[in-house]
T-cell receptor
């Protein structure tokens, strides 16, 4: 039973570029959440997708956008990258957006030069 | 809004010492509470959970009790091992705008020496 998988594991970009990160949820899960984790900090909620729609959004600018596909996988897109976007981006999944624990992937480490 | 406050780290202990990591929260309603653990280079893994007041979550020798009167969910372990060295995150899941959005603390780094 595959858990949450994310790709790529590492990525290096320069300021102003755009990036797409990908996530496949754990089998049987239909809700995907994205988090940004800066070094030494806890995960900060970006947004959550359920039934291919953005259900909730944290305090992140419109440069951060996402998508969920019919197979429940998801993408996170970040435009006009800034140095401050350097972080570990975590994807998590659970069922129906419930208060059940989330299952996390190992993340994508994004470095902006 | 919801928030979680954890004690500052790092917490440095010798093997077999007693561990306490404090966590308090602010939330409306009746959130579920969680402890997650993160090892270097990995994502977060659920360690234990509690869904209502006075529930005790436990796993791998770790325990935490949901105390509504003190809005706390402190993590404890009677005898830590070197392999417990990691970052521990306290989190709550509460209703926000009709869906459950987790809120995480900043994390507490635990270093256990042989």
């Amino acid at each position: 039973d595959a858990g949450v998988t994310q790709s790529p594991t590492h990525l290096i970009k320069t300021r102003g570029q755009q990036v797409t990160l990908r996530c496949s949820p754990k089998s049987g899960h239909d809700t995907v959440s994205w988090y940004q984790q800066a070094l030494g900090q806890g995960p900060q909620f970006i947004f959550q997708y359920y039934e291919e729609e953005e259900r909730q959004r944290g305090n992140f600018p419109d440069r951060f956008s996402g998508h969920q596909f019919p197979n429940y996988s998801s993408e996170l897109n970040v435009n006009a990258l800034l140095l401050g976007d350097s972080a570990l981006y975590l994807c998590a999944s659970n069922m129906g957006g419930s208060n059940q624990p989330q299952h996390f992937g190992d993340g994508t480490r994004l470095s902006i030069l | 809004g919801n928030s979680v406050t954890q004690m500052e780290g790092p917490v440095t202990l010798s093997e077999e010492a007693f561990l306490t990591i404090n966590c308090t929260y602010t939330a409306t309603g009746y959130p579920s509470l969680f402890w997650y653990v993160q090892y270097p280079g990995e994502g977060l893994q659920l360690l234990l959970k509690a869904t209502k007041a006075d529930d005790k979550g436990s796993n791998k020798g770790f325990e935490a009790t949901y105390r509504k009167e003190t809005t706390s969910f402190h993590l404890e372990k009677g005898s830590v091992q070197v392999s417990d060295s990691a970052v521990y995150f306290c989190a709550l899941s509460g209703l926000s705008g009709g869906s459950y959005i987790p809120t995480f603390g900043r994390g507490t780094s635990l270093i256990v020496h042989p």
